[in-house]
């Protein structure tokens, strides 16, 4: 199905992204969130809730 050739990409790609810990631009990590959305909501939502990014942002908010 050519769903699973496009899970199987997006796998390849996070598994790109993941191996250049160089790449923490926002853009990125929302891209990130794209792909996990894509293979998951479940995964989506728990990287949505650990994701450093969000974390920072939290951070800002509180002070």
């Known amino acids: 199905m050519p769903e699973d050739a496009l899970d199987h990409l997006v796998?390849?790609?996070l598994g790109i992204i993941f191996?250049?810990?160089d790449w923490?631009?926002?853009?990125?990590?929302?891209t990130v969130a794209r792909c996990f959305w894509?293979?998951?909501g479940?995964?989506?939502q728990e990287w949505?809730?650990?994701s450093?990014?969000?974390r920072s942002?939290?951070?800002?908010q509180k002070e």
């Open 11 to 13: 796998q390849m790609a």
């Open 19 to 21: 191996d250049r810990p």
């Open 24 to 30: 923490t631009e926002p853009c990125v990590e929302r």
């Open 38 to 40: 894509r293979l998951s």
């Open 42 to 44: 479940n995964y989506f």
């Open 48 to 50: 949505k809730e650990n």
């Open 52 to 54: 450093d990014f969000r």
């Open 57 to 60: 942002y939290q951070q800002e």
